[in-house]
Structure formats: structure tokens, C-alpha cells
């Protein structure tokens, strides 16, 4: 019988794991006893930031203005004239673009200023647990949503250019890491983090609504693998993302369009 604990990366994904399972049956709890619930699609487009760059022990890169797509659903159950919760599912292209001119020394001998330019691409499936605050007329509320979200990395993509030229990562100095076979092996599976946003829904007969929202998000956990924080004065890199946000969808239950809630007699 083995008396070896677990090792840290495993634990940490065991709790995002429990993490989510609590969401999820905390939601579907609060779901049984709701007076509406609404689902719909919803599509984003925002600004993503990898904040204190892993460069692997080359020098520092200046940071360039980096975008993406995110697109999925959401389903919510509001109590009352003001409040719910709101559960979403979705896919983030997060990531993030340098650039800057630095000398090098490769491995095959020559000594230069190059333009390097390095490219993240990380996709990922999201999960927010959102509390709901609306205020409003029979046509619009304000809404604002805000609530932790768990992140569960899928493909990961790293280039690097040197003047305009595809370069291994292996052959620039300070970067060679044997255990490292590929950009997945850089960037853990798994991200936690708070997500929030704010802006208006607008009514459309008993059931359709059109929601325009600012949404942001900003990422509490390193997404740096172990082996690659050996630089100097490291520092953890997290996600982060800020955009716009426009969603669809229907209530389900018979509403008023102005409170959402039950009416009388029904």
C-alpha cells in the first residue's frame, strides 16, 4: 500500500472539480423553486490578456492589443421583481500577442537584434455561476451579473517569429525545457477566476428578450505549468478578458414581462 500523498497539480484539479460540481447542484437546487427560468445563445467579442508574461527567461515583451471571440448559452432563474441566478456554458479564445526587438544569440552561432514576436492561443470552456441583480421597466432593465466561473483549457497554440519567420521554440535561448513536448504542456488544464458585467435586457412580448451587456474577467489562479517557472523573478500569469456581450433567448413560466413574476390567478 503506497503512503505517497497526491501531487499539488492533482489536488488543485480535484477541487475545481468539486467546485463545479457544487454549481452545478446548487443551481438546479435553486432552479426547483424559481418563479422563471430563461435560456438562450449568446456571443462575445473581447479584449484577452495574459497579465505578467511567462517569457521563459528571455527578456520581456512589449504587450500588443490581443482579441477573440467567445460564443455559447446560458440559462437563469430569477426570484421576484430583482434578483436570480444565471448559469452559462461557453467557448473563449483567450490568449495573448508580443512583440519587441531583442538580441540573441541562437543556437547556431549568430549574434543579432531580431524582431520576435510571440503568439499565445488558448481555447477554453468556461463556466460562470452568476448572481443576477435586475431594475427596470416593462420594456428594459438594467442588469448586472456578477459570480466565480470556472475555466477548462482545450487547445493551447505558442509561436514565435523571429523578423517575420516561424522559429522552434527550442532553438531561443533560456526556453529549453526536456519534458516539455508541446504548448499544451505549458499552461495548466484548469482556471478559476470572477466574472461580472453590466447593461440592459430589453422585452419583447411575453417571452423574447434581446440582453446587451459589458462583460469582464479576471483570472485568480497561475496558468503556468510547474516545470516552467523557473525564470527569474518569476511572476504567476493569469487570464483576464473584458468586451461585449449580446444574448437571446425566452422565459419560460407565465410572466409578466415587467417584474417576472407569476401572475395572479394563473
Do not use: C
Not at 452568476?130 to 475555466?151: D, H, I
Not at 519567420?165 to 519534458?179: M, N, R
Not at 469582464?216 to 527569474?232: K, L, Q
Request: charged fraction near 20%; hydrophobic fraction near 40%; aromatic fraction near 14%.
Amino acid at each position: 500500500m503506497s503512503n505517497s500523498l497526491p501531487a499539488p497539480g492533482s489536488l488543485k484539479r480535484l477541487i475545481y472539480i468539486l467546485l463545479g460540481v457544487v454549481f452545478l447542484i446548487g443551481f438546479f437546487r435553486t432552479a426547483a423553486t424559481a418563479q422563471v427560468m430563461h435560456l438562450g445563445p449568446k456571443v462575445a467579442y473581447q479584449s484577452v490578456w495574459l497579465l505578467n508574461q511567462n517569457n521563459y527567461g528571455l527578456s520581456e515583451m512589449d504587450y500588443e492589443l490581443t482579441s477573440g471571440p467567445a460564443y455559447g448559452g446560458s440559462i437563469g432563474v430569477d426570484y421576484g421583481d430583482h434578483w436570480g441566478v444565471q448559469l452559462e456554458f461557453q467557448f473563449s479564445h483567450m490568449g495573448q500577442n508580443y512583440e519587441d526587438n531583442i538580441g540573441l544569440q541562437l543556437i547556431y552561432g549568430v549574434n543579432d537584434v531580431f524582431v520576435v514576436r510571440k503568439e499565445v492561443d488558448l481555447i477554453y470552456g468556461q463556466v460562470p455561476l452568476l448572481l443576477r441583480y435586475r431594475n427596470g421597466s416593462e420594456k428594459a432593465n438594467f442588469l448586472g451579473v456578477f459570480g466565480p466561473q470556472v475555466g477548462i483549457r482545450g487547445d493551447a497554440t505558442m509561436r514565435y517569429f523571429l523578423d517575420g519567420d516561424s522559429v522552434p521554440f527550442a532553438e531561443l535561448p533560456g526556453g529549453i525545457y526536456d519534458e516539455l513536448t508541446g504548448p499544451e504542456d505549458f499552461f495548466e488544464s484548469l482556471d478559476f477566476g470572477l466574472a461580472g458585467g453590466a447593461g440592459a435586457e430589453f422585452y419583447f412580448g411575453d417571452s423574447f428578450y434581446f440582453r446587451l451587456l459589458g462583460r469582464f474577467y479576471v483570472g485568480m489562479t497561475d496558468i503556468n505549468t510547474e516545470p516552467t517557472r523557473r525564470a527569474p523573478e518569476y511572476a504567476a500569469t493569469r487570464n483576464a478578458s473584458f468586451g461585449l456581450e449580446a444574448g437571446m433567448g425566452f422565459r419560460i413560466g407565465d410572466a409578466n414581462p415587467q417584474t417576472w413574476t407569476r401572475r395572479p390567478g394563473r
